[in-house]
C-alpha cells in the first residue's frame, strides 16, 4: 500500500476518533480541500524560502570571502529595489516596468502558442504512424539537439533585430520538445487497447481521439510544460541579444552594461515569479483537472 493511502487511513481513523455519528449514524467527514490547499501553499512557500536563503548564503560568502569588485547583490537589496520600481512606477530605458512585463509576455504567448500547435499535431502524427516515426524523429531529435542560442545568427539572416527573430528562436526551441513528449506519451499507450479498441470497431479516428489522446493527455500536458519552460527561458536570452531594447532579458542586458547588478537581480525574481506562476498554478492546475476527469485522481 502506498504512504498516502496509509495517511489517508490515519486521517479517516482519527477522524472517526474524535466526532461523533449523527441520528441515522452516519460520520460527516468534511472535506479535506482546505487541508490539501493548506499543504501545498505551505511546501511552495518552503521551496521559495530555501531558494532565497541559498540566495543570501551565497551573497554573504561571495561579499565576505571572494573579494569581488562589487557587491553581490542580496535578496533584501533586489526586492527593495523591485519594490521601489513598483511604488514610484518606474521609468527603465523608456519604458514602465509593466510594459517591459507585456512586451516579454506577448513574445512568448505568441511563440508558444505556435509552438503548441505544431508540437501537438507533429507529435501526434510521429505518435500514431508507426513508419512516420521511424522517419520523422531523426530531424526532430537533429532540431532539438540545437541550443536556443545556436538559432541567433539564422534568426538575425532571416528577420533582422527584433520580435521576429525572438519569437523565432522561442518557437525552434518548444516545439521540438512538446513534438518529442506527445510522440512519446501516444507511443506508451498499450498494444492490448488498441486492440481492444479495434475489436469493439472502432476505426482509426475513434480510436485516435477516444484512446491514444485520453491516455496520453498527462504526457502531453506535460510536455506542454516543459516546452513552457524552455520558451520562457530562452525568451530571456533571445531578447538580451536580439530584442528591440524592450522586455525583461533586454533590462537585463541594459542593466548589465550600466553596472546596475541590484535592478538585474530585480528583474530575474520578476523573471522567476512568473515562470513559477505558469508552472505552479496554470499548468499543475490544467494536469490535476485532466487526471481527475481521466479518473486518475480523486476531487478538484
Not at 56 to 62: H, R, S, T, V
Not at 83 to 99: I, M, P, V
Not at 123 to 128: A, E, N, Q, V
Amino acid at each position: 500500500m502506498r504512504k498516502l493511502d496509509l495517511y489517508q487511513d490515519r486521517h479517516i481513523a482519527k477522524h472517526l476518533d474524535e466526532t461523533e455519528p449523527d441520528e441515522e449514524g452516519y460520520f460527516d467527514m468534511g472535506s479535506g480541500r482546505v487541508r490539501d490547499v493548506a499543504i501545498s501553499f505551505a511546501t511552495f512557500a518552503a521551496g521559495v524560502a530555501i531558494v532565497i536563503l541559498m540566495w543570501q548564503a551565497l551573497a554573504l560568502y561571495g561579499n565576505a570571502f571572494l573579494g569581488l569588485s562589487m557587491a553581490f547583490p542580496t535578496p533584501a537589496d533586489s526586492f527593495g529595489r523591485l519594490w521601489e520600481w513598483l511604488s514610484q512606477d518606474a521609468n527603465l530605458f523608456g519604458h514602465s516596468l509593466t510594459e517591459h512585463v507585456l512586451a516579454s509576455l506577448k513574445r512568448w504567448f505568441v511563440a508558444f502558442a505556435l509552438a503548441a500547435l505544431t508540437g501537438v499535431a507533429l507529435g501526434s502524427l510521429l505518435g500514431y504512424f508507426d513508419k512516420f516515426y521511424s522517419v520523422g524523429i531523426v530531424p526532430v531529435t537533429v532540431l532539438q539537439t540545437i541550443p536556443g542560442l545556436a538559432w541567433i545568427p539564422i534568426a538575425i539572416l532571416l528577420f533582422g533585430i527584433g520580435d521576429e527573430s525572438a519569437i523565432f528562436i522561442i518557437y525552434m526551441v518548444s516545439s521540438m520538445v512538446i513534438t518529442i513528449n506527445v510522440a512519446g506519451g501516444i507511443r506508451m499507450v498499450p498494444d492490448t487497447v488498441l486492440r481492444a479498441g479495434g475489436m469493439m470497431g472502432a476505426g482509426n479516428l475513434v480510436v485516435f481521439l477516444k484512446i491514444l489522446i485520453p491516455y496520453a493527455t498527462v504526457d502531453i500536458i506535460n510536455g506542454l510544460r516543459v516546452g513552457m519552460g524552455s520558451a520562457w527561458r530562452v525568451l530571456i536570452a533571445a531578447e538580451m541579444l536580439v530584442g528591440s531594447g524592450i522586455g525583461l532579458g533586454a533590462s537585463i542586458e541594459l542593466l548589465r552594461c550600466i553596472l546596475d547588478y541590484v535592478g538585474a537581480f530585480a528583474c530575474i525574481v520578476i523573471i522567476c515569479a512568473i515562470g513559477l506562476l505558469m508552472d505552479k498554478v496554470v499548468f499543475t492546475g490544467i494536469e490535476k483537472y485532466a487526471r481527475h476527469k481521466l479518473g486518475m485522481e480523486e476531487g478538484y
